[in-house]
């Protein structure tokens, strides 16, 4: 069954730094999202990306993130300058088409900011 | 999307039906209801969704009051794979997001 994937699982990074989060989405789907939940708390939005454009962003969602499609598989995201509110859990998620379709979510990447 | 409210927590015991409510009183007419799980450690995964009428599938179903301000994810034998945070998600038409609350937690007790 195909499935959504993420590298790394686990990141860890000094603040200040740079960090790029990767996905590789489920091959046929054509709508992206990205999505964090900090420890303990709720599954928070970030962005959506359709079309090589954003489609949705959440107020979290600052000049500090952006989001990527270098090529045909991979989708990324990236935090500028990473603070210590930045560590969570980041989710990727694809969705195939229509607009009731599913979201699939990958296992996630752990990103702690020291 | 509208706002949902469920239960914090809920048990079940393994082998028996789960019912889980949701209330969705400020719903409106083309919003549609999603459930999504989410397993101990892991990414969020999709459940069932519905409009108006009942819904199954081989995970679940989904039965939705006359007047979707309420509905219920029923699993039909709870395992203990299926001790998870459920979330109940009203989906707004256009919107490609999905606002998760803080969900049931479910405990399945062997």
């Known amino acids: 069954e195909p499935e959504v994937t993420q590298t790394p699982s686990h990141q860890v990074t000094q603040m200040g730094q740079e960090v790029i989060l990767r996905c590789v989405p489920i091959?046929?789907?054509?709508?992206f999202y990205w999505y964090r939940q900090i420890l303990g708390q709720k599954v928070e939005f970030l962005v959506s990306?359709?079309?090589?454009?954003?489609?949705?962003k959440s107020e979290i969602f600052d000049d500090q993130f952006s989001v990527e499609r270098p090529d045909g598989s991979n989708f990324t995201l990236k935090i500028r300058s990473t603070k210590l509110e930045d560590s969570a859990m980041y989710f990727c998620?694809?969705?195939?088409?229509?607009?009731?379709?599913?979201?699939?979510f990958g296992p996630g990447t752990r990103l702690t900011v020291l | 999307d509208a706002k949902t409210t469920q239960p914090n927590s809920m048990e079940s015991n393994e082998e028996e039906p789960v019912h889980l409510p949701c209330n969705h009183s400020?719903?409106?007419?083309?919003?549609?209801i999603h459930w999504y799980r989410q397993l101990p450690s892991q990414g969020p995964e999709y459940v069932i969704h519905?409009?108006?009428s009942n819904v199954n599938n081989r995970m679940a179903s989904l039965a939705i009051a006359e007047d979707r301000k309420s509905s219920t994810l029923i699993l039909h034998r709870a395992t203990l794979r299926d001790a998870a945070v459920y979330y109940c998600?009203?989906?707004?038409?256009?919107?490609?997001?999905?606002?998760f609350g803080k969900g049931t937690k479910l405990s399945v007790i062997p």
């Open positions: 519905g409009l108006t």
């Open positions: 998620a694809s969705r195939l088409q229509g607009v009731w379709d599913e979201q699939f």
């Open positions: 400020t719903i409106s007419g083309t919003d549609y």
């Open positions: 998600i009203s989906l707004r038409a256009g919107s490609y997001q999905l606002t």
């Open positions: 990306f359709y079309n090589n454009e954003i489609s949705e």
């Open positions: 091959s046929n789907h054509l709508y």
